[in-house]
């Protein structure tokens, strides 16, 4: 299957160089590699600030790594070309957690929605605005919704609103980096459905940056591990998944929080078979 994105030996540092730099240096990401291929959804875990954004801001190249390769359909993506580009963005669409943060104020939902149409693909105004209205019903917005500013909508609407721009181009890869963990889990399980709808229609490939460990089971079939700069676990989800690794197995665990962890079911097996 093609490799639609991958990250390969990928490091990264912050701070420690220039005149102004506080601090040392600090490295962030130490040789990782990832890849998604066609079709396939992977879930990408790691604690609080083990590096998961920055990777993904490396994949996307909104970042440029320092050492390693991203490459996209395998090509390096920070060696293309306009036209190189243009398809890397056509392949690849991403939905960050802040939906506020990733539009401009000034601009109308249409507009929002229709922009990578307007840079990625060939349709007309009239073909733009019809393919608006159905990402708007596809998302579960009205097609007034189109004349709207950002600012007069809720946080969970701009959201749908970022989702259906995503969509747009009908990309064979959607990454999202906690896109969905601020709905609420009425509107979580509708765009859930929505994106398995993309994939088992049209092929999607996912990456998730999560926290939930409902969305590996649900819907992925990889789900790797970021722990210390360095993945620590890349593995098929199977009907039960459990890591190897001791920090991953942790951080499932913390994942968990109704699970009583293995220590509480022993001891409350002993408790229920005690004299
Ligand atoms: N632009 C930056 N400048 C300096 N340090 C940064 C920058 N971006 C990220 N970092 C640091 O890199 C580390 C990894 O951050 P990152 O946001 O990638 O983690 P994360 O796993 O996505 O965390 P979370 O789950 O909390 O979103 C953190 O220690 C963070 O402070």
């Known amino acids: 299957m093609t490799i639609l994105l991958a990250a390969e030996a990928v490091e990264k540092r912050y701070g420690g160089q220039g005149v102004f730099a506080k601090g040392p240096s600090k490295t962030v990401l130490r040789g990782v590699s990832l890849s998604v291929r066609d079709g396939e959804s ?34 390096p993506i920070d060696a293309m070309d306009a036209a190189g580009r243009r398809t890397f963005r056509r392949t690849v669409q991403a939905v960050f957690q802040d939906p ?21 693909t060939g349709l007309d105004a009239r073909e733009r605005a019809a393919r608006v209205a159905e990402l708007l019903r596809l998302v579960g917005l009205a097609p007034e919704d189109a004349d709207r500013l950002p600012g007069s909508m809720s946080g969970g609407q701009v959201q749908r609103v970022c989702i259906a721009r995503a969509l747009a181009p009908e990309p064979r890869l959607i990454l999202l980096d906690e896109a969905v963990s601020n709905l609420d889990l009425v509107l979580q399980l509708q765009i859930l459905d929505l994106l398995a709808g993309l994939r088992d229609r049209l092929g999607t490939a996912f990456l998730f940056i999560t926290h939930d460990v409902r969305l590996v089971r649900r819907f992925c079939d990889r789900v790797a591990v970021l722990h210390d700069g360095g993945l620590v676990e890349d593995r098929p989800v199977g009907p039960s998944f459990a890591f190897d690794h001791p920090a991953a197995r942790a951080l499932l665990d913390a994942m968990l929080p109704a699970a009583p962890s293995p220590a509480l079911r022993d001891r409350s097996a002993e408790s229920r078979t005690a004299p």
Do not use: F
């Open 42 to 75: 992977v879930a990408l875990l790691g604690a609080s600030g083990s590096g998961k954004s920055t990777l993904a801001r490396l994949m996307l190249g909104l970042e440029r790594p320092d050492g390693g390769t991203v490459r996209c359909l395998g090509r």
């Open 100 to 120: 506020l943060g990733a539009v401009n104020p000034r601009h109308r939902i249409g507009r929002i929605i229709a922009e990578p149409l307007r840079h990625l």
